[in-house]
């Protein structure tokens, strides 16, 4: 009973984390999320992705009544609490030394995620992958008219064989005003860069501010490298089955896997909230 009493905000990563390897919610972590919910628990993402959801994952309405608290998107660089959106932005020196990093490279192919959810790409996509990214027509600026001053975040997403060395050269370029991350699965891998004062768990630190909580009132799930400050920093803390050694010896508890139920497994045994 303690547990129910004291957890009052959940924050999830999504992808490796409350999404299936098949990118959606199971039908018992959508009850265990509404359980939570009716207890008058909020329930937060901490994703690196934008806040277009909906579009990106095809959500039902249910789906969205259950994620509409809002939460942490852009790895911290964007906060969204009651309708309001917080960004930080990377700075401009990072931004124009990325690009000039990552061009170095003919086929590396990028995404400028900017304010207002507005996204540049290096090369075109198919149809199909836009809507993957929840972008329309209308939400895309050409590359060559990217607004420096408005970038939250820059992703790098294909060829996955040179990732590893593009990110030691951006560490060692933009490492000191910006964080870069390695992140992903076999499904998708890319490097993420974000302002060196973001991370989801700082971004946490601020929401919860908002919301007048307390850290021991909060507890974060994830999976990995870009989990790993957050599930650090919290004492109610659960890494996922499928996270790597390095992600797991982070939290304070492990669950089951992103396919084995593990969130709705993690509320019920760990947190006992529902």
């Not at 090369?123 to 990214?133: A, G, R, T, V």
């Not at 027509?137 to 990217?146: A, G, L, T």
């Not at 799930?221 to 089955?241: C, P, Q, T, V, W």
């Amino acid at each position: 009973m303690g547990g129910r009493k004291l957890i009052k905000a959940l924050f999830f990563d999504l992808d490796g984390t409350l999404l299936t390897s098949a990118k959606k919610l199971s039908s018992k972590t959508k009850t265990a999320l509404k359980a939570c919910r009716d207890m008058g628990i909020k329930v937060f993402t901490a994703t690196a992705r934008p806040p277009l959801l909906s579009k990106m994952l095809n959500l039902t309405g249910d789906e969205e009544e259950l994620l509409q608290d809002g939460g942490v998107f852009y790895n911290g660089g964007c906060i969204c609490c009651s309708n309001n959106k917080l960004y930080t932005f990377l700075p401009e020196e990072a931004v124009r030394k990325s690009i000039e990093v990552i061009k170095q490279y003919r086929d590396a192919n990028l995404a400028i995620q900017m304010k207002d959810e507005k996204h540049s790409f290096r090369f075109n996509l198919s149809d199909n992958e836009y809507k993957l990214w929840g972008v329309d027509d209308v939400d895309r600026v050409p590359f060559e008219n990217i607004v420096y001053a408005h970038v939250v975040k820059i992703v790098i997403f294909s060829p996955w064989d040179i990732l590893p060395e593009l990110r030691d050269k951006l560490i060692n370029t933009i490492g000191t005003i910006a964080n870069v991350y390695l992140t992903g699965r076999n499904d998708f891998k890319s490097i993420e860069i974000v302002d060196k004062r973001v991370n989801k768990k700082l971004a946490i630190d601020r929401l919860i501010e908002l919301c007048r909580l307390n850290h021991d009132e909060v507890a974060v799930f994830g999976d990995d490298f870009n989990d790993m400050e957050m599930l650090k920093g919290f004492k109610n803390s659960i890494a996922m089955g499928n996270a790597c050694d390095e992600v797991k010896s982070c939290a304070g508890y492990i669950t089951l896997g992103n396919d084995e139920e593990g969130i709705y497994y993690a509320l019920r045994e760990i947190l006992k909230l529902i």
